[in-house]
């Protein structure tokens, strides 16, 4: 899943993340569900169905997150639920995801978004409302289609905290 | 007929629409606040879109999300209810622009009348009495002087763009005139976003009385009686009855013609009610008009048998009326007593909350319309309305006595919860509502009477 991802603009980094990301996925017992790669910043996320983390063994699971601590270049993304939360509508109308068409999109899954950064709009009777975050999250799951109708305070994206602090040890390490 | 009708209200107005449009086979829509998301008109409606939040500035007077919903689920009409969109001529403007019928009044007759010191033009011109006063707004101290040298005390100051008892007051010695005139501009600009107020000559002991009327896209307009809605506080009503009693005959008759008159005038289409102050002498003065289906429009329902929210949707379809005016033959006496949930002993006090107990009066000629049961939440957010209790009888005095034993029959109680069910009791059974002697100024006095009592 490159979700966004151009080449051309990123041809060194992708280069770099593809290795680093076929490293990881070699190591890891159980493959992922989904895998999501930024390119800007670098971020690699992977995820794993949450029925997996119920039926795998106790041994499994120790030995992903032994691997995941080994591993300096991913980021895993096994939130809790306490720390995921949703976007949702500002008012009823139609959501977009991105300024204009053929625009890019405001965010992608993946990304990492500041506070009040605007992540969608609303269109309602030709009035554009931003649809944004007060807090530092990271956004992990786009829940509507871009021009798809949504009523007022419909969850659009699950999104995550992002502490800080965390984030600036992570690029580091990047 | 329409398809699918929008309900841009909430409450009970928002449940008395659905019920029509099921009658009539139309589809129902109701928009909602997130304060409203399970409330009876939600449950009931055909679809439901979260408009907003419990704030109404951003709900149910929201036009663009109010509209997103109309677009969204393919209405073709939207019924405003009462109060909020009702009688914006701006929102019913935009309706139209968007294809979407207003069921209402057109929205050049809305703008016209909204400003009611031009409706008190216009409805003069028509040939109707208003009581002596400004022809413009006034908006000096010196020239509302000047005015009252004109025509006397006392005067009601009035908000151009006023409602809903809201935006008014009475002015009895002159040293008060100047404070009064400044803050009630104050209020009219807090309330309204609009400063601009007009002076009449205020009516001691007078009857509230209004006129329901009925017009058509077609040029036809009928009158459905009057009402009397005499017991008010703070300007607004408690309870209304009709046929007004102690009316004489021939006032009723000619104040039902001047109401349609007024009507035919100003183009107006759909239901209105024309509100008008009866002196002693039976004189009668034009008021203003309410260009909406009125909270106390089941009492007319009562004694004529016609559905008005089906009427309201026949003539916003573009149907004439099929009601001929010597058809029309109010019947009995119908009485509608408004509980809230206030506290009477308070000022009326709105007392929002949770109801553990919601009892409503049933039998035989009973009716309420209501949205609340027990566990509902009455919220802070809206009006204190949570039912109408209305009865029928064949004359006024069984009509009350069927009145108390449906109060006696209800019962609302919950933790902070007041309502109006004891005073309304206390009103029907005072000696001047059984006469029908009283007049506008009947709580206040009733309330005189009270401290009279417990000082004495």
């Not at chain 1, 790669?37 to 119920?54: N, Q, S, Y």
């Not at chain 2, 909430?10 to 997130?34: D, K």
């Not at chain 2, 939040?53 to 073709?76: C, H, Q, W």
């Not at chain 2, 009326?321 to 029309?328: G, L, S, W, Y």
Request: aromatic share 6%; hydrophobic share 40%.
């Amino acid at each position: 899943m490159m979700n966004g991802f151009r080449p051309h603009q990123y041809s060194a980094d992708l280069e770099a993340v593809r290795q680093s990301l076929s490293r990881l996925i070699e190591d890891i017992p159980i493959k992922p569900r989904a895998v999501r790669v930024r390119a800007g910043k670098v971020a690699i996320e992977l995820e794993w169905d949450p029925a997996e983390h119920v039926v795998r063994t106790p041994d499994q699971a120790v030995a992903v997150d032994e691997r995941l601590r080994q591993e300096p270049v991913a980021t895993a993304t096994e939130s809790t639920a306490e720390s995921k939360r949703h976007l949702r509508a500002p008012a009823v109308g139609v959501f977009y995801r991105r300024s204009a068409p053929g625009a890019k999109p405001f965010v992608i899954e993946g990304d990492i978004v500041e506070p009040g950064q605007q992540v969608g709009l609303v269109e309602a009777m030709k009035i554009m409302i931003p649809v944004e975050t007060e807090e530092r999250i990271r956004v992990v799951e786009i829940l509507k289609p871009d021009g798809e109708s949504v009523e007022y305070d419909e969850p659009l994206m699950v999104v995550e905290l992002v502490d800080v602090a965390q984030t600036a040890e992570e690029c580091q390490e990047i | 007929m329409f398809r699918k009708i929008l309900i841009a209200n909430r409450g009970e107005i928002a449940v008395r629409v659905i019920r029509a449009c099921r009658e009539l086979g139309v589809r129902t829509v109701v928009v909602y606040s997130t304060e409203d998301r399970d409330s009876a008109a939600v449950r009931m409606a055909d679809e439901s879109v979260h408009i907003g939040p419990a704030a109404a500035k951003r709900s149910y007077l929201n036009v663009p999300a109010i509209m997103e919903a109309a677009f969204r689920t393919g209405a073709d009409a939207v019924h405003p209810g009462y109060g909020f969109l009702s009688e914006d001529a701006d929102f019913a403007e935009v309706c139209h622009a968007n294809g979407i019928v207003f069921i209402g009044p057109p929205p050049e007759v809305l703008e016209g009348l909204g400003d009611k010191a031009a409706a008190r033009a216009l409805m003069a011109q028509a040939g109707l009495l208003v009581l002596p006063g400004s022809q413009e707004p006034v908006d000096t101290a010196r020239e509302a002087e000047l005015l009252v040298d004109g025509i006397g005390l006392p005067v009601i100051i009035k908000a151009v763009a006023g409602g809903g008892g809201r935006g008014m007051r009475i002015v009895r010695e002159r040293a008060d005139l100047i404070d009064a005139f400044r803050q009630i501009r104050a209020t009219a600009q807090m309330l309204f976003g609009d400063n601009r107020v007009y002076l009449e000559r205020y009516l001691e002991h007078a009857r509230h009385v209004e006129v329901q009327v009925l017009c058509d896209s077609h040029g036809n307009a009928v009158h459905l009686g009057e009402r009397d809605c005499t017991v008010q506080r703070r300007h607004q009503k408690l309870i209304e009855e009709a046929p007004a009693p102690g009316l004489p005959a021939s006032v009723s008759v000619t104040m039902c013609q001047a109401a349609v008159r007024g009507a035919l005038a100003v183009g107006y289409v759909g239901a209105g009610t024309f509100e008008f102050l009866v002196d002693r002498d039976g004189r009668f003065y034009f008021m203003e008009v309410n260009g909406r289906i009125q909270v106390e429009h089941p009492v007319t329902e009562m004694v004529t048998g016609i559905d008005l929210v089906a009427e309201q949707l026949h003539i916003a379809s573009g149907r004439p009326i099929t009601v001929r005016q010597q058809n029309v033959r109010p019947t009995g006496t119908a009485i509608e007593c408004r509980i809230n949930a206030e506290n009477p002993n308070r000022d009326f006090v709105p007392t929002p909350g949770r109801l553990t107990e919601f009892i409503p009066a049933g039998g035989p000629f009973v009716r309420v319309d209501t949205f609340v049961s027990a566990g509902a939440r009455v919220s802070p957010s809206y009006d204190s309305l949570i039912a109408k209790l209305i009865v029928w009888a064949p004359d006024r005095e069984r009509a009350i006595a069927r009145m108390v034993r449906a109060l006696d029959e209800f019962h609302v109680s919950g933790p902070n919860i007041h309502t109006t069910i004891n005073f309304l009791r206390e009103v029907l059974q005072c000696r001047e509502f059984r006469e029908s002697s009283h007049d506008t100024g009947l709580v206040d006095q009733l309330f005189v009477e009270r401290r009279q009592l417990t000082s004495g």
